[in-house]
């Protein structure tokens, strides 16, 4: 079992904003970041370390943490957003890294 | 910019050994910057991290599969590879070679290739 936890699941109407957690002990101590995987496609890193845009990733990704949560914000949702999203960090033993189950992003 | 590209047999009989090769370009395995890692994810299900090599050639291994993997490097060739032994059908998955940072995030995949195990 992962040692970060998403919901399953999440619906964002176009335009809006969404927020998706990753929760975890190991969060409180190691940078969280965020991955976008389309269907067939590998994943993209989106956000590293806690609150860094890779160049080419809209400024509407925004990451943040709180306590043991981490979140990933999407302010004004596009269609292309649809997507899973994965969170990773590492262990909580610091040793290695581990990734959430992933969320399902859906854009109404 | 980095690119990664994983080879190996789509098809693996159980009980075999699972070998895959990532061939890095645009940038050396031996730049003591990054990890080089292996991810994988089963049909419909989420990302596995197996495990990494440093330029050093140390090496970490998520626990639950330790006994199973070795991934190793071949500087000359500028590739690092993947060996899973004793598969079985749960090892059925794509698979990912992805250049790791020392904050445990990965930044360039391969385009993954999907390993099949059946007799």
């Known amino acids: 079992s992962s040692e970060l936890t998403q919901d399953p699941a999440v619906s964002v109407a176009l335009g809006q904003t969404v927020r998706i957690t990753c929760q975890g002990d190991?969060?409180?101590?190691?940078?969280a970041s965020w991955y976008q995987q389309k269907p067939g496609q590998a994943p993209v890193v989106v956000i590293f370390?806690?609150?860094n845009r890779p160049s080419g990733i809209p400024d509407r990704f925004i990451g943040s943490t709180s306590g043991s949560t981490a979140y990933l914000t999407i302010t004004g949702a596009q269609a292309e957003d649809e997507a899973d999203y994965y969170c990773?960090?590492?262990?909580?033993?610091?040793?290695?890294?581990?990734f959430g189950g992933g969320t399902k992003l859906t854009v109404l | 910019q980095v690119q990664l590209q994983e080879s190996g047999p789509g098809l693996v009989k159980p009980s075999q050994t699972l070998s895959l090769t990532c061939t890095v370009s645009?940038?050396?395995?031996?730049?003591?910057?990054?990890?080089w890692s292996w991810i994988r994810q089963p049909a419909g299900k989420g990302l596995q991290y197996l495990g990494r090599?440093?330029?050093?050639?140390?090496?970490h291994y998520d626990p639950s599969l330790k006994s199973r993997v070795t991934i190793s490097m071949d500087t000359s060739m500028n590739q690092f590879s993947l060996s899973l032994s004793s598969v079985t059908a749960a090892d059925t998955a794509m698979y990912y070679c992805?250049?790791?940072?020392?904050?445990?995030?990965?930044?360039?995949w391969g385009q993954g290739t999907l390993v099949t195990v059946s007799p």
């Open positions: 190991s969060v409180r101590t190691y940078y």
């Open positions: 370390a806690k609150n």
């Open positions: 992805a250049r790791g940072s020392t904050s445990s995030w990965f930044g360039s």
């Open positions: 090599i440093y330029t050093s050639g140390s090496t």
């Open positions: 645009g940038g050396s395995i031996s730049s003591g910057l990054y990890y």
């Open positions: 990773n960090s590492r262990d909580s033993s610091g040793n290695y890294a581990v």
